[in-house]
Structures are given as structure tokens and as C-alpha cells.
């Protein structure tokens, strides 16, 4: 079921260096993650319907404070989809790329994540269908939506090898399809990127469009809060904040986080980032301002080949 892939056009950038009375340009290859966007929104009309979301009209363009950065966002919403957004960031060093799709509660399927960071010729990558439900506890969860589609994981596994030691706390967001790497820029890389990107985002679209509605008033509370808690988690202690705060400044990062990232934050629940996640409270009782309590871990890939937690 591997996407037809049309174009994972580099976009080509100059740059001009100025020597002793010479101008040199180059030009760089650097990778367009509004491209990746297009597709994906391509692919997801051929399956389904999708509208514009309320936050369309609120988030369109934006230019960081440096007036060379450019932030686009896009979101959709569709019968079942609460929230499929994306934001690609770009100037001339570097490009960023977030797009997520969340469900509405009375579906339990994963959370569609990919976050790619290119600058300085790095780049980190998180590609996965984030499990709304904790896999080790929920065994019949991991086999509905992951045992299957591990062919899609080992597929990439050899060009996208674990990337390392990460934010320990990160890990029990993840399932055992992430992608998870860091590599250096090359054409054949983000081409493989393109590719890899497409082929999750067409496993989570079938999921989508495969899961049933829950009627259960306890199972659909339980996806809320999940999501809750993910949306949460991220709204507070996401790697990207800095740089965002950055671009933006303080004040627009948080409202992108919260109204617009992770949107749903203030909407899907009433529980507090302490209520979640009760270790990152301090003693005058605000919360940690500390990425991580875990500190960093996982040096090698946590799941076996089949799938299994080995931690
Ligand atoms: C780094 N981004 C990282 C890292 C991870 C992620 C695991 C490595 C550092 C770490 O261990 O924390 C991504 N972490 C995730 C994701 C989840 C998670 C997706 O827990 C989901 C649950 N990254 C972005 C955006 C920006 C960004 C939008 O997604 C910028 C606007 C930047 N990510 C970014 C930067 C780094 C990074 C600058 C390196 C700096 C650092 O390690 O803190």
C-alpha cells in the first residue's frame, strides 16, 4: 500500500556571501515541509471530506520578529477529525515542520504526529501515531492499531536509526512505530523523509476511516481525557517552545501552543499540567520549569522487533 509519490521537490534557496569585493552565491538544497503538507492534504481528499476548521480564520500566515520568518498554518476538520493541522516554519537556516491529526473523543484511534527540525544541514526527526492509550497496559490496543503495520516501521529503520538519548518522559507518548532519528541534510535523506511521512500519514488515514464510534459514555470520556493529557503534555513541555518563543515572542508562542498547536488544551478537559503530571510540582506548588524529571534516556530503541516494550 506504498503512496504514490509525486514530487519531493527540494526547494532551492540562494544564499549570498559577500567576500572581499566578490558576492558568491549558492544554492542550497533545502527541504520544503509545506510540500510534505500539500501531499498529505492531498491524499487525505482523495479518502475523505474535509473542511476548514474554525481555526483556519485565526491562523493563516504569520512573520517571525526577525522579519524574515515565515510560519504557515493550515487546519481541517472532517466528520470524525477534530483537528488536522500543520505548521511549516522557514528562513533561509532553517525549516520546521509540525503537523498532527486528533480525533474527535468518540474515536479511539492514535494521534498523527510528525515534527521535523532541519537547521545547520541537522535534522531531528519524531514520525509516529502517537497512542492515545498506554500500550503497556493495553495489550489489545497496540494489537488493533500497530501489530499489522510494523512492516511499515522496518521499512525505514535502516535509513532512520534511533536517534539517541531523549527526553525520557517522551517514551511513553511514543509507540513502537515512531521514528525517532537525527541525521544530516542530503536530497536521497529528505526524499526517504517525504516518503516515510506519506506512508504514515496513509496508515493513520485508513485507521481513521476504518475505526467505529464508541458508545460507551465511559470509553468516550476515557479517550477525551487521554487526549487531554496528551494536548497537555505537549502544550507545556514541547522541545519546540524555545525556538518559538523566539520567533514569535512570548506572548504569540503560547496562544500558537494552546489555541492553535494543541488546540483542545482548554476545551477537552478541566484537569491541570500538576493533575497529570504531579513530579513536576514544585514547592511554592507552580510547575517545574524543567523540561524532563526523567532526564535523558533510552540510549538504544526501546521495543524489540515485534513490537514488545523491552524499556
Ligand atoms: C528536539 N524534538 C526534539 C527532541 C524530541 C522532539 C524527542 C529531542 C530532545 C528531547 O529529548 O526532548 C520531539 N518530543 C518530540 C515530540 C514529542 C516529544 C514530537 O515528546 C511528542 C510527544 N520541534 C518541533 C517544533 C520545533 C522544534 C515545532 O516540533 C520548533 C518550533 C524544535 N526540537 C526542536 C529543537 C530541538 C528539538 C530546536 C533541539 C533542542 C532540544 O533538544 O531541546
Known amino acids: 500500500n506504498t503512496p504514490v509519490l509525486s514530487s519531493a521537490s527540494p526547494m532551492k534557496t540562494n544564499i549570498t ?9 549558492f544554492r542550497v538544497s533545502a527541504v520544503s515541509y509545506k510540500e510534505f ?5 492531498e491524499e487525505t ?62 474515536y479511539d484511534t492514535p494521534i498523527f504526529c510528525a515534527n521535523f527540525f532541519t537547521s545547520a544541514n541537522m535534522n531531528i ?7 492515545l492509550h498506554q500500550l503497556t497496559d493495553q495489550t489489545d490496543y497496540q494489537d488493533k492499531y500497530y501489530k499489522n503495520i510494523m512492516s511499515i516501521y522496518h521499512k525505514y529503520a535502516e535509513t532512520f536509526p534511533w536517534g539517541g538519548k531523549l527526553t525520557g518522559e517522551s517514551i511513553k507518548f511514543f509507540s513502537p512505530l515512531v521514528m525517532w532519528t537525527r541525521f544530516s541534510s542530503s536530497q536521497e535523506k529528505h526524499k526517504a523523509l517525504f516518503s516515510a511521512f506519506l506512508e504514515y500519514y496513509q496508515a493513520w488515514l485508513e485507521m481513521t476511516i476504518q475505526v467505529r464510534e464508541e458508545m460507551e459514555p465511559s470509553m468516550v470520556r476515557a479517550n477525551c481525557e487521554a ?27 503560547k496562544e500558537l501552543l494552546r489555541d492553535f498547536l494543541f488546540n483542545g488544551v482548554n476545551e477537552l478537559g478541566t484537569k491541570t499540567f500538576i493533575d497529570y503530571f504531579p513530579e513536576y510540582q514544585t514547592e511554592d506548588g507552580t510547575v517545574s520549569d524543567k523540561r524532563s524529571i526523567i532526564g535523558k534516556s533510552y540510549e538504544t530503541r526501546p521495543w524489540d522487533l515485534t513490537g514488545q516494550f523491552i524499556g
Do not use: C
Open 45 to 106: 481528499r482523495k479518502r475523505i471530506v474535509l473542511e476548514s476548521s474554525p481555526l483556519q480564520e485565526k491562523y493563516s500566515s504569520m512573520t517571525g520578529l526577525d522579519g524574515k520568518t515565515e510560519l504557515q498554518m493550515l487546519a481541517f476538520k472532517s466528520s470524525k477529525i477534530r483537528l488536522l493541522r500543520s505548521m511549516a516554519i522557514e528562513n533561509e537556516t532553517t525549516q520546521v515542520f509540525d503537523f498532527a491529526g486528533f480525533m474527535e473523543p468518540e
Open 125 to 131: 526527526v519524531v514520525l509516529d501515531l502517537n497512542p
Open 37 to 41: 503538507a500539500k501531499s498529505a492534504l
Open 227 to 253: 487526549q487531554h493529557k496528551y494536548l497537555t503534555w505537549r502544550a507545556q513541555k514541547d522541545p519546540g517552545h524555545g525556538l518559538l518563543r523566539k520567533l514569535v515572542g512570548e506572548a504569540k508562542a
Open 17 to 25: 556571501l559577500r567576500g572581499r569585493n566578490k558576492k558568491f552565491l
